[in-house]
């Protein structure tokens, strides 16, 4: 299987499948001499790992990372950095009678349709639990990142049609809501509405948003390498994303140009925009400005409800999926689109160090 592997420089592998032994990823491209520990990558993993509200699935997994190298005595070497987390909770039965029909909103046919064999367990490749690689690698990004000056914060932005308030943005609530909403009030509400819709054995699709400070102008490459195009890559490839969207999306095709140009200014010390409609990013690089990117999330493919579908002999037939599913994808993929994000951007960095004469020749000339 081809895919897997994401970056240029900063580069990540993930493996393993729903209900294999384990999952995990092999990051290679980092540099040396990060502190790093599994505690670094466990607060991370923590916030996707299922089991822990009413409004994600029950499936009981502690999703506890080991660090098997690339890392002595506590910083990184420069080698690869490869990670495990083993599956402990895996109810494989409950998926024995779907390897003979395709769920309605799964990649079972196209899966098929691609290999001719495809692990029904829980989707295999397809399923969720892929990103735990991504969160794992993303989570050494986000601390390379940091160490920089630059923070990644991913959040829910609405659940079906309720929308957190970010006028009133509590950035703790992100952590402390079963809804990674920063809106406590728009969290209440989001659970009652998401409760009407389980009492239904229906799922909820919803809207997550990333906000990226402290990224320096200048980052990105023109044509077919835009920082943009790189984002909104790594966000669409998490599955269940339908749509992303940066600065204004959608809305710049109802603006004028005279609406939607960011006008510059001379702060004294450094160029700034007084608005930031292009969501911090002009011509496919960094303008300095915050980046601000939006993923539209599908509701839910596995639903209670009986549904129609075709089975492998092509037989019309209804069917009710069993096991253990997310009502709602959105507060377990918002660290997700975090560390993809930071993932890219990290790469981005990595690259433009290579973009002027004077960077290669200050570093290396003697002195």
Same mark, same amino acid.
């Given at each position: 299987?081809?895919?897997?592997?994401?970056?240029?420089i900063?580069?990540?592998?993930t493996?393993?499948?729903?209900?294999g032994?384990?999952?995990g990823?092999?990051?290679?491209?980092?540099p040396?001499? %990060?502190?790093?520990?599994?505690?670094d990558?466990?607060? =991370?993993l923590?916030?996707r790992?299922?089991?822990?509200s009413?409004?994600?699935?029950?499936?009981?997994?502690?999703? %506890?990372v080991?660090?098997?190298?690339?890392v002595?005595?506590?910083r990184?070497?420069g080698t690869?950095?490869?990670l495990?987390v083993?599956?402990?909770?895996?109810?494989?039965?409950?998926?024995?009678?779907?390897?003979s029909y395709?769920?309605?909103g799964h990649?079972? =046919?196209?899966f098929d349709?691609k290999?001719?064999?495809r692990? =029904?367990?829980g *989707?295999g490749?397809?399923? *969720?639990?892929e990103t735990i690689?991504r969160?794992?690698?993303g +989570?050494?990004? +986000?601390k390379? %990142?940091?160490?920089? *000056?630059?923070?990644v914060?991913a959040?829910?932005r609405s659940?079906g049609?309720?929308?957190?308030?970010?006028s009133a943005?509590?950035k703790?609530?992100?952590?402390t809501?079963p809804? #990674?909403?920063?809106?406590?009030k728009?969290?209440a509400?989001?659970?009652?509405?998401?409760?009407?819709?389980i009492?239904k054995?229906?799922s909820?699709g919803?809207?997550?948003?990333?906000?990226?400070?402290? &990224?320096?102008?200048?980052?990105?490459d023109?044509?077919?390498?835009?920082?943009? +195009?790189?984002l909104?890559k790594a966000? &669409?490839s998490i599955?269940?994303?339908?749509?992303v969207?940066?600065?204004?999306?959608?809305?710049?095709?109802?603006?004028?140009?005279?609406?939607?140009n960011?006008?510059f200014?001379?702060?004294g010390?450094?160029?700034e925009?007084?608005t930031?409609? #292009?969501?911090?990013?002009?011509?496919?690089?960094?303008d300095g400005?915050?980046?601000?990117?939006?993923a539209h999330?599908?509701p839910t #493919?596995?639903?209670f409800?009986s549904?129609?579908t075709v089975?492998?002999?092509?037989?019309n !037939?209804i069917?009710q999926?069993k *096991? @253990?599913h997310?009502?709602i994808i959105v507060p377990?993929?918002?660290?997700v689109?975090?560390?993809?994000?930071? !993932?890219?951007? %990290?790469? #981005?960095? &990595?690259?433009? &160090?290579?973009? @002027?004469?004077?960077?290669? !020749?200050?570093f290396?000339k003697?002195k």
């Amino acid at each position: 299987m081809a895919g897997s592997t994401y970056g240029t420089i900063f580069k990540i592998t993930t493996w393993g499948e729903s209900h294999g032994k384990a999952l995990g990823v092999v990051v290679d491209g980092c540099p040396a001499n %990060l502190p790093l520990s599994e505690e670094d990558i466990q607060k =991370y993993l923590d916030r996707r790992k299922p089991g822990q509200s009413n409004i994600t699935t029950s499936r009981k997994e502690a999703d %506890l990372v080991e660090i098997l190298s690339g890392v002595f005595e506590g910083r990184t070497t420069g080698t690869p950095i490869s990670l495990l987390v083993r599956n402990t909770s895996q109810r494989s039965a409950d998926y024995s009678e779907i390897a003979s029909y395709y769920r309605p909103g799964h990649a079972d =046919y196209t899966f098929d349709a691609k290999y001719g064999f495809r692990d =029904y367990r829980g *989707g295999g490749r397809s399923s *969720g639990r892929e990103t735990i690689g991504r969160v794992a690698a993303g +989570a050494i990004a +986000a601390k390379l %990142l940091k160490e920089m *000056g630059i923070t990644v914060t991913a959040y829910t932005r609405s659940i079906g049609p309720i929308e957190a308030d970010l006028s009133a943005f509590d950035k703790e609530a992100i952590f402390t809501t079963p809804t #990674a909403m920063p809106d406590q009030k728009a969290s209440a509400l989001a659970e009652a509405y998401l409760q009407e819709n389980i009492k239904k054995l229906d799922s909820t699709g919803g809207v997550m948003e990333c906000m990226v400070e402290g &990224m320096p102008a200048g980052i990105g490459d023109p044509v077919f390498e835009k920082l943009d +195009a790189n984002l909104s890559k790594a966000i &669409m490839s998490i599955g269940a994303v339908k749509a992303v969207e940066i600065g204004d999306g959608v809305q710049v095709s109802r603006a004028c140009g005279s609406q939607n140009n960011d006008a510059f200014f001379n702060n004294g010390t450094s160029i700034e925009k007084k608005t930031n409609h #292009a969501g911090g990013i002009l011509g496919g690089i960094s303008d300095g400005s915050p980046i601000l990117i939006r993923a539209h999330v599908k509701p839910t #493919a596995s639903i209670f409800q009986s549904q129609e579908t075709v089975n492998k002999e092509g037989e019309n !037939i209804i069917i009710q999926i069993k *096991g @253990r599913h997310d009502p709602i994808i959105v507060p377990r993929a918002v660290v997700v689109m975090e560390c993809m994000t930071a !993932i890219t951007l %990290l790469d #981005a960095l &990595m690259v433009n &160090m290579s973009a @002027r004469a004077e960077n290669l !020749i200050s570093f290396y000339k003697r002195k």
